[in-house]
């Protein structure tokens, strides 16, 4: 009895250095079982503590077996179910029945290997989608825990900016790349006027299932921070942010001013590219008093270029007028010579 006894405590110290997925699914009382009649063949002697060596090597220190044992949520009982299938029939044949140690080595990497190939047509998981978002869907088992490994990313996603000039039509949408659950409820927050993510500053604003909140026409009451919350089972799985900035129509007029502006003074009517991240606020006319000497230069331009025409029309038409004549003197002369003869 004593002797089981240390058996076990043996065990659990061996099996509790490290795990797998061997270990996950095993109990330590069929280890035992297992192991009860491991012959060394070079000794001839039983050795127990050479059998749980061999388990370690095939199965806990063996990268093939965890990674075939990374299965997507929802697969860890699967994996029992393989691995028992191998393991339960040799423990079951080996009870209280002494093996040579090649049998062992035969009989537990067959078993292995049989765990690898089924395990890894599992469906894996489909992976972790940064930057934000409790990821349900992005668990992988991992058999040195014995736990599934979340993505442990941040529930809070980034603050987005968007701009729309006021009267406009504006749309925030929802979306996460990762997949979500069938069934959802979806909750829009505003905070006015100010950017922030701390929940204390919004109130709702609209719940339901709808992922699309539309402005169909923004004022300046709508500019602030929006959060969209989407829930599942009252678990919240992802909050993201939009902070929405309304220009005034007028400083909008100006906006595109500005560019015709550009458009007309650029070489070949190319504009310059704004560098990335230039908000349009920053955007502005030229002063008045420039504004004023540009437009008083093309005038005069325009006054000077019809002025010369105007006295290039003229001249030619004089021209013409002398060249007629004197072509007409020209004719009478020869006509006078031809009589006199």
């Keep these: 009895m004593w002797k089981g006894v240390l058996w076990v405590l043996y065990a659990s110290t061996m099996f509790t250095s490290s795990s797998s997925c061997y270990q996950c699914y095993v ?58 299938a191998e393991i339960m029939p040799i423990v079951e044949e080996f009870d209280k029945n002494q093996n040579n140690d090649t049998v062992y080595d035969e009989r537990l990497q067959t078993a292995a290997d049989n765990f690898i190939a089924a395990a890894s047509k599992l469906p894996r998981a489909s992976g972790c989608f940064p930057p934000c978002g409790f990821q349900a869907s992005g668990y992988v088992y991992n058999c040195i825990t014995c736990q599934y490994d979340s993505c442990e990313f941040p529930l809070d996603c980034p603050v987005k900016e968007l701009t729309v000039i006021e009267n406009n039509r504006t749309r925030m949408r929802c979306d996460v790349p990762f997949p979500l659950p069938y069934e959802i409820e979806v909750v829009w927050r505003f905070a006015e006027e100010i950017k922030t993510q701390q929940m204390d500053q919004f109130e709702e604003v609209t719940s339901g299932t709808d992922r699309m909140y539309s402005i169909p026409s923004a004022g300046l009451q709508h500019q602030g921070t929006y959060q969209c919350e989407i829930y599942s089972d009252r678990r919240s799985l992802v909050r993201l942010y939009y902070y929405l900035r309304v220009i005034p129509q007028v400083v909008g007029g100006h906006i595109e001013l500005q560019e015709i502006f550009d458009l007309s003074l650029l070489p070949g009517g190319r504009i310059i590219p704004k560098p990335a991240g230039m908000s349009l606020a920053l955007l502005r006319l030229p002063s008045p008093p420039l504004l004023t000497a540009c437009l008083t230069s093309l005038l005069m331009l325009l006054f000077i270029s019809l002025g010369f025409l105007y006295w290039w029309s003229i001249n030619k038409e004089m021209r013409d007028v002398e060249l007629a004549e004197e072509e007409q003197d020209s004719r009478c002369t020869v006509r006078e010579i031809y009589l006199l003869q």
């Design 27 to 84: 109990e330590v009382g069929d280890s035992m079982r297992l192991c009860w009649g491991h012959i060394l063949t070079e000794y001839n002697i039983r050795n127990v503590d050479s059998c749980f060596k061999k388990l370690q090597k095939i199965f806990d220190n063996e990268p093939k077996v965890i990674e075939a044992g990374r299965v997507g949520k929802g697969y860890d009982q699967k994996l029992k179910e393989i691995l028992n």
